[in-house]
Structures are given as C-alpha cells and as structure tokens.
C-alpha cells in the first residue's frame, strides 16, 4: 500500500500567513493526489484534485502542486476559517489511502 | 444536488456484522462509482472499498476477508456489510460519491461497537 506522510502534523499560524502543507508518498503516485478539509464534526471536503486543480467553490487562496512523491498545498493568506485538519489521498493505486493530517490551529 | 446519505444502528456487539445502507440523489450509480470511508474519532479517513459506476468492485485488501459492498440502482442505494466487528471497528462511516477523488460525501454515520 502507498503511504502518505504528511507534515507538519500541527501548525500554528497567524491570519493572513502563506503557508505550505507537505504530502510525500512512499513510491510515486503521478498527480493523483487529493487534498479535503476537515472542520470538527464535519465531513471532509474535497479543495484540491490531481494535485493543482482548483475546485468549483474553493476560495483561490488554496493551491496545490506537485507531482511523483513530493506535494504541497499552499494557502495564501490563511483566515480564521481555515482553522481545520488537512488531508491528503492518493488516487493512484488500491487501496486509496489517506496521510495522517496536518492540523491548522492559532499561534 | 447531489446528496448522499448513510444509515444503519449505531451500536453494533462484537463479533457481530455491521450493515449500512448509503442513499444517494441527484446522480446515477450507474455513472458514478461511490466509495465507503471511515474514520475513527481523532484519526484520519481509511478508505474502505468502492462500487464502480459499471457494477465492480474494488476493497482495501485489510478489510477484504470481512467486507462485502453491493447496490440496488432502482433503489439508488449502495450497501455495505462488515463482518466479525471488533472496537477497533468503531467510528463514523462516510460513502462518498467519487468523481475526482471523493468529491462529495454523506454527512457520515457513527457506529460504537460495544457489548
């Protein structure tokens, strides 16, 4: 199975920050790699496809890049609403496994 | 809109077989496969196994030997069933309809398994 490790698993910061959030894959995973975020007692919700595809909905101030073993989702401009846990998963091979989180909290 | 929805008891004894019914609206099983997630409280999602848009199915090969998903496309419903529940198994379960990734889920259902 691939496994996806992401970090920081928990990051402080100040609104308005840019910040980048790191998914690495065991082997590669071309650019099938998703990005949800989790608010408390909400379901995940899907923010990034195939690594950078924007999705309908999604403020612009979430992007993602990357591509093989090493991803990164960015937010320019972190708000107090996106104080959330972030997950990645991969698309490319069964099972469709998901990193661990990286939790956004307040500095 | 599309809309899914889970349902099933929410304590389940050990040993016992989970079954959960996942009611979907505003898209055809037929065009969209649809996946079952769960999470134990504080961790993170594990995808469980999916029903393919044409019928196939695909599971997590740790759950493979206890877990079977099926559908009713008149009934717009995909089901799963999980057998042999052990605490381990408690948490909240999602299905999810995937077109890139999982791009929309149920609003989840917890299930407790506990004597």
């Known amino acids: 199975d691939v496994v996806l490790t992401q970090s920081p698993a928990t990051l402080s910061v100040t609104p308005g920050e840019r910040i980048s959030l790191s998914c690495r894959a065991s082997?590669?995973?071309?650019?099938?790699l998703h990005w949800y975020q989790q608010k408390p007692n909400e379901s995940p919700r899907l923010l990034i496809k195939y690594a950078s595809q924007s999705i309908s909905g999604i403020p612009s101030r979430f992007s993602g890049s990357g591509s093989g073993t090493d991803f990164t989702l960015s937010i320019n401009g972190v708000e107090l609403e996106d104080l959330s846990i972030y997950y990645c998963q991969q698309g490319n091979s069964l099972p469709f496994t998901f990193g661990s989180g990286t939790k956004l909290e307040i500095k | 809109q599309v809309q899914l929805k889970e349902s099933g008891p929410g304590l389940v004894q050990p040993s016992e077989t989970l079954s959960l019914t996942c009611t979907v609206s505003?898209?055809?099983?037929?065009?969209?496969?649809v996946s079952w997630v769960r999470q134990p409280s504080g961790k993170g999602p594990e995808w469980m196994g999916r029903m393919w848009y044409d019928g196939d199915t695909a599971y997590n090969s740790a759950l493979k030997s206890r877990l079977s998903i099926s559908r009713d496309t008149s009934k717009n419903q995909v089901f799963l069933k999980m057998n042999s529940l052990q605490t381990d198994d408690t948490g909240t379960y999602y299905c999810?309809?995937?077109?890139?990734?999982?791009?929309?889920w149920g609003q989840g259902v917890m299930v407790t398994v506990s004597s």
């Open positions: 999810t309809r995937d077109v890139a990734g999982s791009s929309d």
């Open positions: 082997e590669s995973v071309d650019t099938y």
């Open positions: 505003g898209f055809s099983l037929t065009s969209y496969s």
